[in-house]
């Protein structure tokens, strides 16, 4: 469920010490983490790197969201100390846009974190299955060397029975991997595609109305010895920000746009007039839709993804478990 996490201005809070929370940075100590990446397995040495540059962008994402909160607090106080009424509001709520922008790339780097959390998953199969490969690979070599230098020896025997058994259990092990591979490769990224078009579109609502605040400041040149009129939309200003609150706590995907069109006969009615969140490039959307319909499945917000993974966690589990034992016994 959507919380909007702003205030209606941040002026409010001050005494009480809410607001942006800056994080705390430090000089990192000398640690045998980055020596990691040169004792991983050959298997899973480019996917282990790859995972460690995912936590870098989500670093990124969340220094991000940190600046733009920083940014928005400087705007507002700035915004009140110029003594102009019209600026001080309008100021005060373009923050509070700014700072829910930034809560949406904290939003962003979760859905990131989760993603790598998947890719893991096949870092680790990558890793269990070199074994396996290595010991096939032993066995092959010892059978080589000793058909060289005595190929009538007896343990010829006893080794070429231990091949069969290394192959069959490489040969599980591959098929497992295989298998995980694709799936877990999938759902990743998944993941991260679905929170970026949550991502982007909650920010489109945000910057839209964003403009609609600006839309309410007077402009207008004034010549030396003129006053301005009186600032007269407060109200107004803080209706956008209302506006803001049902947007994102209305917005759906897609997806669930177009069941809600099928359910009821029609279409939503456009942002402009409705303030509902929809996409506006209609070559865009329709690009989208017939992709999702060739696929077969529609796109799901990151929150839907995350409640379904739960839901198959553990039937994924009991299934694959009875495909490693029957593949095993066939091999073998």
Known sequence: MFSFHRTLSFRSGKSSGRGPTQGTTGKPGLSFNS??????????????????SENNLINAHEAAGRERNSIATQLSEWGEQTGDE???????????????????EDTYAHALDDSRGVLKTIRNTEKSV???????????????????????SAKLVVLEQELVRAEAENLVAEAQLTNITRQKLKEAYEFEFAATIERA????????????????????????????????????????????EDDLRDWRP??????YEVATGG?????????????TEEGASAGQSEAEGAAGQPSATYAELKAAEAGGTTQSAAEGTATTGTSAGQAI
């Open 130 to 152: 070199q074994p396996s490969r290595d010991n096939k690979s032993k066995i092959a070599d010892e059978i080589a060397k000793l058909k060289m230098k005595e190929p009538q």
């Open 267 to 279: 279409a939503a009615a456009p942002l402009e007039e409705t303030h509902q969140p929809r996409r």
């Open 254 to 259: 897609e997806s669930q746009t177009q069941q």
């Open 86 to 104: 019209a600026i001080s509001d309008i100021s005060d709520k373009v923050g509070v846009i700014l700072s829910e922008m930034g809560e949406q």
């Open 35 to 52: 020596l990691r990446g040169n004792v991983q397995p050959e298997l899973s040495r480019r996917l282990y790197k790859l995972i460690k």
């Open 201 to 244: 579109e909650k920010q489109i609502i945000l910057a839209k109305h964003g403009r609609r605040l600006l839309n309410l400041l007077d402009d207008t040149p004034v010549v030396p010895g003129d006053t301005r009129t009186e600032y007269e939309y407060a109200g107004e200003a803080r209706q956008v920000l209302n506006d803001v």
